[in-house]
């Protein structure tokens, strides 16, 4: 089975840096995705890591580490629209290749 | 627009009386695939189908059915619905199962079974 695990709630003032951290238990792992959902919406794509190392977009970066079976999506120059929760999801290969899993998800919470 | 569509976006109903969610995409999506999301757990795979004609359970399938007679459609199937049936669902679509590519999520639909 699969089992990822992320911290419930970060609070931060605006302009500050959040780092969310996602460790996951898996077999045979293929890849670490990252999607924000506001409040009553419906969760959008950040990004994508398949390989070590850091991939940046804007103001928004996530990395991972393969070895450690950590990854981390970096949130910079904070806004308030920045507000959200953000879920890890996880694809194995050894599993039915379909199927993806959410960690529980971080809400971030931007104070002026 | 490239969107998926679902519908109903809200629906309350009685224990046992069938319901279908429907979940439609225009963007010409090989995958498709249906969520709940409920406070604390986040998103839970119900069923997911790699292809027209091809379906697979999720995590979370018992009391669901799905069928996938089009690419561009994906209906939830409730048979008989139970109260911890009561959620918010999601239905995603992507270009492709095999890669991890973004999953494009429907705006959701909350269910309250009484």
């Known amino acids: 089975g699969q089992s990822l695990e992320q911290p419930s709630e970060v609070t931060a003032v605006e302009g500050a840096i959040v780092q969310i951290n996602c460790t996951y238990q898996t077999s045979g792992f293929y890849g670490l995705s990252w999607y924000q959902q506001h409040d009553g919406g419906a969760p959008t794509f950040l990004s994508y890591n398949a390989l070590d190392g850091l991939e940046e977009t804007g103001r928004f970066s996530s990395f991972l580490s393969r070895s450690d079976s950590y990854g981390y999506l970096l949130l910079q120059e904070l806004q308030m629209k920045d507000s959200a929760s953000y879920f890890c999801?996880?694809?194995?290969?050894?599993?039915?290749?379909?199927?993806?899993?959410f960690g529980a998800g971080t809400q971030v919470v931007v104070t002026p | 627009e490239a969107q998926v569509t679902q519908n109903p976006r809200y629906l309350i109903t009685v224990t046992g009386k069938k319901l279908t969610v429907t979940c439609s995409q225009n963007m010409n999506h090989e995958y498709m695939s249906w969520y709940r999301q409920d406070p604390g757990l986040g998103l839970r795979q119900i069923y997911y189908s790699m292809n027209v004609e091809v379906t697979d359970k999720g995590d979370v399938p018992e009391g669901y059915k799905v069928s996938r007679k089009e690419k561009r459609n994906f209906p939830l199937i409730l048979e008989s619905p139970s109260p911890n049936q009561t959620s918010l669902y999601f239905c995603a679509s992507s270009e492709q199962g095999y890669s991890n590519q973004p999953q494009h999520f429907g705006d959701g639909t909350r269910l309250s079974i009484l």
């Open positions: 999801a996880v694809r194995s290969s050894t599993d039915s290749w379909g199927k993806l899993q």
